[in-house]
C-alpha cells in the first residue's frame, strides 16, 4: 500500500443517559468515516470523558472522583472500540483515556487498535499545568511505533507531547512516518500551539502530522467543559507537497470528521530529493562543545 486514507475528528463532548446511547455515537463516527474510505481514524485526547456523564450527579462534579469512577466503565469502553476495529477492518486510535496504575496512580493514555481488533497503547509524557497540578494524571513512560498493516508506521504524540521536539524526533528515527497528536485544549491560544507544534515536527523530520481535538461545551464536566478544536493532517513543505505543509484542515470548532489521503511514495521521494534535508541534518546541531557566550561589541573604525 503505497498511500493511506486518514481520517481527524474534531469530536463533541457527549452526555448520555446509559452506555448504549454512548456506543451508538461512536457507531455512527466509526461507520461515518470507514464509509469515506478511511484506514485509520484519529480520535482526540479526553473524548472518553463524556462517559463521566453516566456516573451520579456528585461524581460528574468531582475532578479526581470521576476518574476512579470510570475505571468501571473502561473494559466495555475497549471492547466496544476494538469491536468497531474489527467490523470496519480499520485501525483506530480511540479517545485517551484516564487509566489507573497498579500503585493508584492515573496516566493519560491513548489505546490503538487495529483491524483485527487487537489493541496497544502509547501514554502522554508531558503533563500540562491542570494535568499535573490539579487532576494528578502522572507522566508516561516509554514510546511506541505502530504497525496495523496500513504500509505506514506510526506514533502517537498525545496533545503537549507534540510541542516537544525530542518526543516525535524519536518516533521518528524508530522508523515511524506518520505522528498523530490526538489532543484537548479550551482555548484558542492552546489549539494553535498544538497546531504549530504538528507544523514544525513535520518539517523537521519530514514526516507527516496529524491534529485530532475535542469541539464544543460541556457544562456539566469539570474536566472538560470548555473545547476549542480544529482538526489538521500536515507534510513537509517541500517538493511533492503544498508550498504551506497542510494537506487538510478542518473548519473549527464545528464537530465532524477531516480527511486527506497520505502518499507514503512520495514522502519518500520529498526526503530523498528534497530543497532541504531536516531530516538528515538534524545531528549538526548538535556540534561537539557548543557554548553560547554573550556577544562582544568593539568599536567601528572610520
Known amino acids: 500500500m503505497t498511500s493511506l486514507r486518514i481520517a481527524c475528528s474534531q469530536y463533541p463532548i457527549g452526555q448520555f443517559a446509559d452506555l448504549a446511547a454512548w456506543e451508538a455515537k461512536l457507531e455512527a463516527w466509526v461507520a461515518e468515516a470507514a464509509q469515506a474510505g478511511a484506514k485509520l481514524l484519529l480520535f482526540p485526547e479526553y473524548g472518553a470523558m463524556e462517559l463521566a456523564s453516566l456516573l451520579s450527579p456528585e461524581l460528574q462534579a468531582d475532578l479526581l472522583g470521576q476518574i476512579a469512577a470510570m475505571q468501571d466503565l473502561l473494559p466495555a469502553y475497549l471492547a466496544k472500540h476494538a469491536e468497531l476495529a474489527r467490523q470496519h477492518r480499520v485501525s483506530i486510535v480511540a479517545s485517551s483515556f484516564p ?18 481488533g487487537s489493541m496497544a497503547w502509547q501514554d502522554k509524557r508531558q503533563m500540562t499545568r491542570f494535568e499535573r497540578e490539579e487532576w494528578i494524571i502522572q507522566s508516561g513512560t ?13 506514533g502517537v504524540a498525545v496533545c503537549y507531547d507534540v510541542e516537544f521536539p525530542l518526543i516525535t524526533r524519536a518516533l521518528a528515527e524508530a522508523g515511524a512516518e506518520l505522528v498523530l497528536a490526538p489532543s484537548c485544549t479550551d482555548t484558542l491560544a492552546g489549539l494553535h500551539r498544538v497546531h504549530v507544534g504538528a507544523r514544525a515536527r513535520a518539517l523537521e523530520s519530514q514526516i507527516y502530522l496529524a491534529v485530532a481535538q475535542t469541539v464544543g461545551e460541556a457544562r456539566w464536566s469539570p474536566a472538560v467543559d470548555i473545547n476549542r478544536g480544529q482538526a489538521g493532517i500536515y507534510a513537509t513543505p517541500d517538493r511533492g507537497f503544498p508550498d504551506d505543509g497542510v494537506l487538510a484542515l478542518g473548519e473549527a470548532d464545528k464537530p465532524g470528521w477531516t480527511f486527506a489521503t497520505l502518499d507514503i511514495a512520495a514522502l519518500a521521494a520529498a526526503r530523498a530529493n528534497a530543497q532541504v534535508f531536516t531530516r538528515r541534518d538534524w545531528a549538526t546541531q548538535a556540534v561537539p562543545n557548543l557554548t553560547v557566550k554573550p556577544a562582544t561589541f568593539a568599536p567601528v573604525k572610520n
Open 99 to 116: 487509566v489507573r496504575q497498579p500503585d493508584g496512580s492515573f496516566v493519560n493514555r491513548a489505546h490503538v487498535f487495529a483491524p483485527d
Open 142 to 154: 516509554g514510546l511506541q511505533v505502530f504497525d496495523t498493516g496500513l504500509g505506514c508506521r506510526f
